[in-house]
Every structure is written in structure tokens, then in C-alpha cells.
């Protein structure tokens, strides 16, 4: 997975840092969100055995793959405290299913092609967002200083065969 071209979760651009202009003390600084690294490398493995199997001397049965466990972590950037709170907020709002659905969203990312960028889709279902809290993410007490918020989260693919490609994360 390429991390430096464009992810996208239900319509949602979770690579959009940019940097600020004006210059303070520490210089200019980040806002927006990153997405540092994704894994879709873990499989759920089903396997059946007859319970009377042993009995014939089979005791093995077939092996079926379950569905894809995504995970994904990033960095939630602010100018501002408030700006990125504000943004903490309007990316766990999306990190939940919405009322009445199964809760299906598409997840969009690039690929390294053999000429060129591929772009991919998973239908995924979000697990929700994960923030440690403590109190390097609170931020001290001044409200205007940059802040950097570390995130996680982790999302079920129920279809595994649609990435289209074996193994590991970006």
C-alpha cells in the first residue's frame, strides 16, 4: 500500500497534512491527519472437524479462510488544540456504523502496480476509533500550541479474496 497517495474511508481524505505559513517559535507546523501504517495481512482461518472423525482415523477436516482484519494507525494533526480535537471528532464520527446499516464502507488506498499506481477498494466495517489518552495527547495547558494526536483503528473485511493480493501492510 502506498501511504504517500490518497486513502480514503467512506468518502472521507484521511492523507490530507498540509503545512501552516505563518512562523512562530517552533516554525511552521502539521494540521491534518496521516495514515502511518496499515496491515491486512491477518486472516481468520475456520477449520471443521467431524466430531466422529476419529473413529475412522480422519482426524482433520477443511480448512475455509473467515474474513480480513484491518489495522490502521495515524496521526491527527492541529494548529490548535481545538482544530485538532475537531478533527479527532469528525473522524471517530466516522469510524462508527451508522444507525439501520450493516455498517459496510468503502476503504480506498493505492497499490504499487508493475508500470503504475492500482487503485483498491475494500468494503470494510469500522471497529471504531482508538486514542490513548494521556497527558502528552491533553497537551499541556496553552490552547494555541500545535498538538499531535496518535491513532488507531482497526476495521473487518467480510470478503478477504476481493484485495486481490497476498500478504502484508504498507
Keep these: 500500500m502506498d ?10 481524505e484521511l492523507n490530507t497534512v498540509g503545512f ?19 496491515d491486512y495481512s491477518e486472516l481468520q482461518v475456520r477449520q471443521f472437524t467431524n ?28 494548529l490548535s488544540r481545538q482544530q485538532a480535537y ?20 468503502q476503504l480506498g488506498f493505492y497499490v504499487v502496480g508493475e508500470f503504475t499506481f492500482q487503485q483498491k477498494t475494500l468494503v470494510v466495517r469500522p ?19 500545535p498538538l499531535a494526536i496518535p491513532w488507531s483503528a482497526s476495521f473487518f473485511d467480510p470478503s478477504p479474496a476481493q484485495i486481490g493480493m497476498a500478504g502484508g501492510g504498507g
Design 3 to 12: 501511504l504517500t497517495r490518497p486513502v480514503t474511508f467512506r468518502d472521507f
Design 20 to 38: 501552516s505559513t505563518a512562523t512562530g517559535a517552533a516554525g511552521s507546523a502539521k494540521y491534518g491527519c496521516t495514515v502511518d501504517s496499515v
Design 51 to 78: 466430531p466422529l472423525s476419529r473413529g475412522d482415523g480422519l482426524d482433520v477436516g477443511g480448512v475455509w479462510i473467515g474474513g480480513r482484519i484491518v489495522r490502521m494507525t495515524g496521526t491527527i494533526y492541529g
Design 86 to 105: 475537531d478533527f479527532y471528532d469528525e473522524l471517530a464520527a466516522k469510524m462508527l456504523p451508522e444507525s439501520g446499516t450493516l455498517g459496510l464502507y
Design 127 to 145: 471497529e471504531g476509533l482508538h486514542v490513548r489518552w494521556d497527558r502528552h495527547t491533553l497537551g499541556g495547558t496553552q490552547d494555541s500550541l
